[in-house]
């Protein structure tokens, strides 16, 4: 599968060219939650190209009384081989997740399992990953990207106001900007006033 995106807006209100409610919202009790990808959701993609767009207000966001609920990408989401993220901005997404249970959110604006991923001028800012247990643990990570594995590259981007927070339950905070467990490369880029706040105080890259 390759998804390609020029001049196109995903956000929620009015826009041009593509327009989403960009809503995934589950609820449910009982067993473990999930929702992924506020504005799009990738299934093993093999070439995913955005070029002057913009992914902004999109919202990943589950509520569960069950034994875990897991938040992943508030406007991107899943699996891909190659990303190429061109003049795009990724701002204003939020993923959620408040349980009774543990709370897992992941990449306020993305959550991804890419081979490569490359963002050249582009800008992730003002994006929260936020993460509310009960009795269980809460965990937020990467509150503007989460990449699993992989490769990620920034090139001329900007990573600003990016928030991970945990604000209940036995919480724990991370990467505020940018959270990867794979390979980082960063070129003529800023990466600022981002943010990991945890009720519980396990905290790490701001």
Known sequence: ???LIFHGYLLRGTGSNIYNANLARASGAGGPT?????GIYLSDA???TMQNSVLGA???RVTSDGTAASAHGGALAGALTVGTLMKTRLTG???HADSTGDANAAGGAAAVFPNKLTLVSSRVASNLAEAEGGAGNADASGGGLRISGGML???TSTVDRNKAAAPSGTAAASGGGVETTGDLTVTRSTVSRNRVSAAGATLGGG
Request: aromatic share 0%; hydrophobic share 45%.
């Open 34 to 38: 999930t929702a992924e990808g506020g």
């Open 153 to 155: 590259v920034l090139r």
């Open 93 to 95: 997404n939020t993923a």
């Open 46 to 48: 093999l070439r995913v």
């Open 58 to 60: 999109n919202t990943a």
């Open 1 to 3: 599968m390759r998804v």
